[in-house]
């Protein structure tokens, strides 16, 4: 079975370091999001792409955080500086398309990324 | 701005005994509902999606009810396993948020063998 693929599984980061996470959705989805989730709270959205384009990062700290989907397929979450505040868990999930019809789509998520700054 | 809401934050129930776990948001104007499940450390699962226009799903053991109206929607979990330990997270698709999920915080179940 198709599944979203995420890597690495747990990051372990200093503050004011730099780290990545990366993201590889299930082939054919069109709609990719990062959702950042810390412990005992719901997932919140960091950003959403279609295909290549950004279509919401009203909540990604940009000061700190960037996204990129450069070809429409893969995706990188990048946090530099690093801060305290980011420890949580970091997913990905994927959807075929961002459409009328898609308002009754199921989201597949990843395993996440574990990120623990000291 | 929506709000999702889920009580009890924590449950523990016998094996065999149903399960009933609530899930409350603040605007009514939604695409769709969906219930997941998330098994410690690990990501989410779609379990259950309720279109706006409907009023319950079924699979399996598990039934899921959406009272739009009254901004609700409840999981039934019939004759619960020790499997059936994760927590449950509902999420709603808003009409006012297009392509983003509002999660509720979820309910950490634990079936007793």
């Known amino acids: 079975e198709a599944e979203v693929a995420q890597s690495p599984r747990y990051k372990i980061t200093e503050k004011s370091q730099a780290v990545a996470f990366w993201c590889d959705p299930i082939?054919?989805?069109?709609?990719l999001y990062w959702y950042r989730q810390i412990l005992g709270q719901g997932p919140e959205l960091l950003v959403q792409?279609?295909?290549?384009?950004?279509?919401?990062d009203s909540q990604l700290p940009k000061d700190r955080f960037s996204a990129e989907r450069l070809k429409g397929v893969d995706s990188t979450l990048k946090i530099q500086p690093a801060e305290l505040g980011d420890s949580a868990m970091y997913l990905c999930?994927?959807?075929?398309?961002?459409?009328?019809?898609?308002?009754?789509?199921?989201?597949?998520f990843g395993s996440g990324t574990q990120l623990s700054v000291l | 701005k929506q709000e999702v809401t889920q009580i009890p934050a924590a449950l523990s129930v016998p094996e065999g005994e149903n399960l009933v776990l609530n899930c409350s948001f603040t605007?009514?104007?939604?695409?769709?509902l969906q219930w997941f499940r998330q098994d410690p450390g690990k990501g989410l699962t779609s379990l259950l999606l309720?279109?706006?226009?409907?009023r319950e799903q079924t699979s399996g053991r598990l039934n899921a009810s959406l009272d739009k109206s009254s901004g609700r929607s409840t999981l039934y979990i019939a004759a619960s396993q020790p499997g059936d330990s994760a927590t449950y997270l509902c999420?709603?698709?808003?009409?006012?948020?297009?392509?983003?999920?509002?999660f509720g915080a979820g309910t950490q179940v634990v079936v007793t063998p």
């Open positions: 999930a994927s959807s075929e398309e961002l459409t009328d019809a898609a308002t009754n789509e199921k989201l597949f």
């Open positions: 082939s054919g989805h069109a709609t």
């Open positions: 792409f279609q295909d290549e384009s950004v279509v919401d």
């Open positions: 605007d009514s104007a939604i695409y769709n």
């Open positions: 309720i279109q706006s226009s409907q």
């Open positions: 999420a709603v698709y808003g009409r006012d948020s297009w392509g983003k999920l509002q």
